[in-house]
T-cell receptor, first 109, second 112 residues
């Protein structure tokens, strides 16, 4: 079952610009995670934000969580060509992750 | 460095063949998962296991079975492969009480 819904489905920006992706979900959560997947490869965990946290940073990544709106955003600052990938949010429920369909991010040189 | 490996990166099989996909993790994780990933659908959970010889159905178990004889190994079995099982298959593991799933590189299966 799909709970996370990423928005937009695809995003194309110039290198150096910031990229923002959003995720909405339907039920209460313990935490929300963001993953990256490069073309044809496995997923890589980026960042986890717990339900009692509102904002978290990791390097060029900034994640916010609004539990009242059941939404999260992932901001990548100063984008690089290597950031070209698909980005997925996942919400947890009893050690299972419920995934969205992903946002495809393309960074143009 | 944590590691989840899958037996094949690419696999081509014929309709009706029995297919085994193997996943091995070296982190002593209790929980292991099999997902399939299709364009526009994200990841969908097929089966998961929270202990040796234990298994639970996920969202789309039909046409699949699993085996967990050892803690580090979780196998996905397609008893009689069909063309609609052409997909990317991803294995993951997580320790009990842990937050982060660790993923293997994926197996791209094509059923002709």
């Amino acid at each position: 079952s799909q709970q996370g819904e990423e928005d937009p489905q695809a995003l194309s920006i110039q290198e150096g610009e910031n990229a923002t992706m959003n995720c909405s979900y339907k039920t209460s959560i313990n935490n929300l995670q963001w993953y990256r997947q490069n073309s044809g490869r496995g997923l890589v965990h980026l960042i986890l934000i717990r339900s009692n946290e509102r904002e978290k940073h990791s390097g060029r990544l900034r994640v916010t969580l609004d539990t009242s709106k059941k939404s999260s955003s992932l901001l990548i600052t100063a984008s690089r060509a290597a950031d070209t990938a698909s980005y997925f949010c996942a919400t947890d429920s009893n050690y299972q992750l419920i995934w969205g369909a992903g946002t495809k991010l393309i960074i143009k040189p | 460095d944590v590691k989840v490996t899958q037996s094949s990166r690419y696999l081509v099989k014929r309709t009706g063949e029995k297919v085994f996909l193997e996943c091995v993790q070296d982190m002593d994780h209790e929980n292991m998962f099999w997902y399939r990933q299709d364009p526009g659908l994200g990841l969908r959970l097929i089966y998961f296991s929270y202990d040796v010889k234990m298994k639970e159905k996920g969202d789309i178990p039909e046409g699949y079975s699993v085996s967990r004889e050892k803690k580090e190994r979780f196998s996905l079995i397609l008893e009689s492969a069909s063309t609609n099982q052409t997909s990317m298959y991803l294995c993951a593991s997580i320790t009990g009480g842990g937050d982060t799933q660790y993923f293997g590189p994926g197996t791209r299966l094509t059923v002709l």
